[in-house]
Every structure is written in C-alpha cells, then in structure tokens.
C-alpha cells in the first residue's frame, strides 16, 4: 500500500524558511515523479515544484529562486526547502507520486505572517 506523508509545515515570518518533507511507504520514491502543490483558502491547489526520478526540477514562476526541491533516498524523502517565504505562500503544501496512479499526502499546513 502506497502512502506519502507530509511533515515539516508550521508558523513563520515573511522572510524565513521552512523545510516540508514527502516521506514514502509503499513505493521507493528514486524511481518516481514527486510534484509539490499548494492550496491557499478559497483558492484552487496550484502547482509548486517537480522532482523527477531522473533528478530534473522544475518549479512554478511564483517560487523560482525561492524553493529548492530534493531527495534522500536513504530516507526515501522528497523535501522542499522554501526561502524568503512570502505572506501569499500560506497554504496546505501536498505532494503527489505523478503516474498511471496518483498519490497524494494528507497535506501540511505553511503559515507565514508579516
């Protein structure tokens, strides 16, 4: 059974870091697509960042240069390192197992103040 969890969320001021964590039961994430999204109040969940199995990033305009994503494999972790956080980066953070079957985490909620 596939399961993705993540940690690492919390309260933070504009300007500071966080680092959320995607840990994987169930499939070894070096061989998978991990893709972050996030979901602010009232808004749609958008895209964030992409980690490919191959180790290619990519990463939403609004975030470039801000977030760093990641893996361990020894910790079979994707994580996403988010500098210079924004009041408007308030949101639960998802990661998703892109593939024929997508899995998504419970989610991780970001709450930076001014």
């Known amino acids: 059974q596939v399961h993705l969890a993540e940690s690492g969320g919390g309260l933070v001021q504009a300007g500071g870091s966080l680092r959320l964590s995607c840990t994987a039961s169930g499939i070894n994430l070096e061989f998978n697509t991990i893709e972050w999204y996030r979901q602010a109040p009232g808004k749609e969940r958008e895209y964030v960042a992409r980690?490919?199995?191959?180790?290619?990033?990519n990463y939403a305009d609004s975030v470039k240069g801000r977030f760093d994503v990641s893996r361990d494999d020894v910790e079979n972790t994707v994580y996403l390192q988010m500098n210079s956080l924004k009041y408007e980066y308030t949101a639960v953070y998802y990661c998703?197992?892109?593939?024929?079957?997508?899995?998504w985490g419970q989610g991780t909620q970001v709450t930076v103040y001014s």
């Open positions: 980690l490919t199995y191959g180790g290619a990033v």
């Open positions: 998703q197992r892109v593939g024929a079957t997508s899995y």
